[in-house]
């Protein structure tokens, strides 16, 4: 898993960190910066996969910036442990480049520079990497791609992995308009942000991970008992989403599927498609609140780890109070907090043992993190 994530001068992100478990929930009012949290996760995600630090509708590192300082560096970090060893990569944005490094048992085993294109390993070796890597547009310069799209067949395993675990981490928020539409049959299956070619990443699930969708299915039945079977449906060149009821001869198509149910199914294909960490944010919209514990159950027994931000007190409910973060703004700057370290938790034993809900201690004012 990884272990934490840390992030300085990054968005309203000055100094956080987190220490992260299997399921992870972060709590806190509107514009507190739990959907700065979820950037971080994706700015690594579209690095580790793509080669670039970029974050869609943000035009300059200066937007990316605390206080939209244009001299000070950001930096977003993740530990993890692989094989039994503590792994962190660290990533630094500065005003014309990046520089990406590898740390294993604290000791730096990678470093890549993006102006230079030079990568170096344990004791300062430069070696190359295993393809050519691009020489790219970034902001208003260049720079190349990062080591992690074509590391050197030199490094050691660990870091195959850790690139791995970094390039399996994505990051929605679905939106039932996305999820409905159809795809072609010929695009590439990745699953966007708000849940753009779903269609064709359930395609991809069922042709070449039939087990996975095989779980996606269960999941979806096991919290919404009317459904029998998932169906990316072919038409010509283009896939869409249809599912066969209990009770009816036609399939529903994309219209006739109700926004829940859309983004149960969406959530639950992430949660068992391969991912190493997934970050959903808001996932109690459109969702009942009887099934929100289902939901938490699945995120549990998902082989995933799991990050979710929410504003529900329903869904708190049935998150454990070592699973908690509470996110709140101070001026400018955003901190966090793990209830389970707070000084609070105290009180919440206290208000859990008398009958109350850990929603509604929240609700309450008892653990912060309220407007």
């Given at each position: 898993?990884?272990?934490?994530?840390t992030?300085?001068?990054?968005?309203?992100?000055?100094?956080?960190?987190?220490?992260?478990?299997?399921?992870?929930?972060?709590i806190?009012?509107?514009?507190?910066?739990?959907?700065?949290?979820?950037?971080?996760?994706?700015?690594?995600?579209?690095?580790?996969?793509?080669g670039?630090?970029?974050?869609?509708?943000?035009?300059?590192?200066?937007?990316?910036?605390?206080?939209?300082?244009?001299?000070i560096?950001?930096?977003?970090?993740?530990?993890?442990?692989?094989n039994?060893?503590?792994?962190?990569?660290?990533?630094?944005?500065?005003?014309?480049?990046?520089?990406?490094?590898?740390?294993?048992d604290?000791?730096?085993?990678?470093?890549?520079?993006?102006?230079?294109?030079?990568?170096?390993?344990?004791?300062?070796?430069?070696?190359?990497?295993?393809?050519?890597?691009?020489?790219?547009s970034?902001?208003?310069?260049?720079?190349?791609?990062?080591a992690?799209?074509?590391?050197?067949?030199?490094?050691?395993?660990?870091?195959?992995?850790?690139?791995?675990k970094?390039?399996?981490?994505?990051?929605?928020?679905?939106?039932?308009?996305h999820?409905?539409?159809?795809?072609?049959v010929?695009?590439?299956?990745?699953?966007?942000?708000?849940?753009e070619?779903?269609?064709?990443?359930?395609?991809?699930?069922y042709?070449?991970?039939?087990?996975?969708?095989?779980?996606?299915?269960?999941?979806?039945?096991?919290?919404?008992?009317?459904?029998?079977?998932?169906?990316?449906?072919?038409?010509?060149a283009?896939?869409?989403?249809?599912?066969?009821?209990?009770?009816l001869?036609?399939?529903?198509?994309?219209?006739?599927?109700?926004?829940?149910?859309?983004r149960?199914?969406?959530?639950?294909?992430?949660?068992?498609?391969?991912?190493?960490l997934v970050?959903?944010?808001?996932?109690?919209?459109?969702?009942?609140?009887?099934?929100?514990?289902?939901?938490?159950?699945?995120?549990?027994?998902?082989?995933?780890q799991?990050?979710?931000?929410?504003h529900?007190?329903?869904?708190?409910?049935?998150?454990?109070?070592?699973?908690v973060?509470?996110?709140?703004?101070?001026?400018?700057e955003?901190?966090?907090?793990?209830?389970?370290?707070?000084?609070?938790?105290?009180?919440?034993?206290?208000?859990?043992?008398?009958?109350?809900?850990?929603?509604?201690?929240?609700?309450?004012?008892?653990?912060?993190?309220?407007?």
């Open positions: 898993m990884f272990t934490r994530l992030v300085e001068n990054f968005l309203s992100l000055k100094s956080v960190s987190l220490e992260l478990g299997k399921v992870n929930v972060l806190g009012p509107n514009a507190s910066g739990k959907s700065n949290v979820a950037r971080a996760f994706q700015l690594v995600a579209n690095h580790a996969r793509g670039l630090p970029l974050l869609e509708g943000y035009e300059s590192l200066v937007d990316l910036s605390f206080a939209f300082n244009p001299v560096n950001a930096r977003v970090e993740l530990e993890a442990l692989v039994g060893r503590r792994y962190k990569y660290a990533l630094e944005l500065k005003a014309d480049k990046y520089v990406e490094r590898i740390l294993a604290n000791e730096e085993v990678l470093t890549h520079d993006s102006t230079s294109g030079a990568v170096y390993i344990r004791g300062g070796k430069e070696v190359h990497p295993g393809i050519s890597r691009d020489f790219c970034y902001y208003r310069g260049s720079i190349y791609a990062s992690l799209t074509a590391l050197p067949s030199e490094v050691e395993p660990g870091i195959h992995a850790l690139a791995s970094l390039r399996g981490i994505t990051v929605h928020s679905f939106a039932p308009s999820l409905r539409l159809k795809g072609p010929s695009q590439k299956p990745p699953l966007k942000y708000h849940g070619n779903f269609a064709r990443y359930l395609l991809y699930l042709l070449e991970r039939r087990r996975d969708f095989e779980y996606v299915e269960e999941a979806l039945r096991s919290t919404v008992p009317e459904v029998e079977e998932i169906v990316p449906h072919i038409e010509g283009d896939v869409e989403v249809w599912i066969k009821a209990k009770g001869s036609e399939p529903l198509k994309p219209s006739n599927i109700s926004d829940g149910t859309l149960i199914m969406a959530m639950a294909s992430v949660l068992y498609g391969g991912f190493s970050v959903l944010e808001e996932p109690e919209n459109c969702v009942h609140p009887r099934l929100l514990g289902a939901l938490m159950d699945l995120a549990r027994g998902a082989p995933s799991v990050v979710m931000t929410t529900s007190p329903y869904l708190l409910d049935h998150a454990r109070p070592e699973e973060y509470v996110v709140e703004k101070e001026g400018l955003t901190k966090v907090k793990k209830l389970s370290t707070a000084k609070e938790l105290e009180a919440v034993k206290r208000f859990l043992e008398e009958g109350g809900t850990l929603g509604e201690a929240w609700y309450s004012g008892l653990i912060g993190g309220t407007p």
